[in-house]
């Protein structure tokens, strides 16, 4: 393992934390549950990961949680954001998972077509 | 229902984490000699009664309060079955529990191993609070990496950092 790039790279991320102040502004959940799983929800979690990485999303955390009671649904995500209702979202995949990325998490819009619930 | 080993470990992983897990370690080792495929995973989460073991191979047992059902351990020991392996659950209430599932290499039931890697990188990012240790045998390659190692290079930036989400997937895809 390439240590010295994981260095360089928590120098970097110490500047950009002590910029924000703060904890991770959005929580996304994705269901993997043995059926989310079944029904994709890795592809979706994956396509979270990515676009996290890839836009530098510092104040967006991923996390899992087990089945969410909507198994007709799956893969299902939630979008838990501070002082606002939590957003459902279902019979996600990759390519809907980058638009509530583009969408929702970075200009504040839920993908209404995608919502099923809001809590 | 779970189509590729890959899949089969992030779900049995799953259920360390939701049994409150702060260790797991996750291994997949090939050995071609031998013709032996074997996953182990194992935990220090709440661990599983006798009578919990007895039923937890059953498809319609789960610990959770609804109606879920605990499907994972079954797919695997059905997986395992069908692949002339064997199927083992070891567990202790209070100090973990010890899935390990063998199967034969050329059997051509086998589930395919799918993208093991992306398990590592989506396991490690969603679960920053838990120290997870792999170690891959795997025809592509060999790989061991325990997130405590990365923690400490850290020093308190989050390994779900996206820099370090990055750092990660280039660390994987150089390895495997």
Known sequence: M???????????????????????????????GTSGIASGAREVLRSFVDEIAGR?????????????????????????EEG???VIYGNMDAEKARKVVAEHIVKGNPVLEYVIETS | MLAELSDHVMDIAMNSVRAGSKNISISVIAAKEQNLLTVTI??????????????????????KKKKKVGLGISLLQGATQMCGGEFSL????????????????????????GNLKETILLLCVSNPEVRFVFRYRLEGGEIVLDTNEIQEVLGGVPINNPQVIGFLQRYLDERL
């Open chain 1, 2 to 32: 390439n240590l010295d790039e994981l260095k360089a790279i928590r120098e970097k991320a110490k500047k950009d934390i002590q910029l924000r102040q703060k904890e991770a502004r959005i929580k996304i959940v994705v269901g993997m």
């Open chain 1, 56 to 80: 530098n999303l510092v104040d967006v955390m991923v996390t899992q949680t087990g089945e969410k009671g909507f198994a007709s649904q799956e893969p299902m995500i939630e979008v838990l």
């Open chain 1, 84 to 86: 606002k209702p939590g």
């Open chain 2, 42 to 63: 194992s935990d220090d989460g709440t661990g599983m009664t006798a009578e919990m073991l007895k039923v937890a191979s059953d498809p319609f047992f789960s610990t």
């Open chain 2, 90 to 113: 070891e567990s202790t209430p209070g100090e973990g529990t010890t899935v390990r599932a063998t199967f034969a290499l050329d059997h051509p039931d086998l589930p395919p191993m």
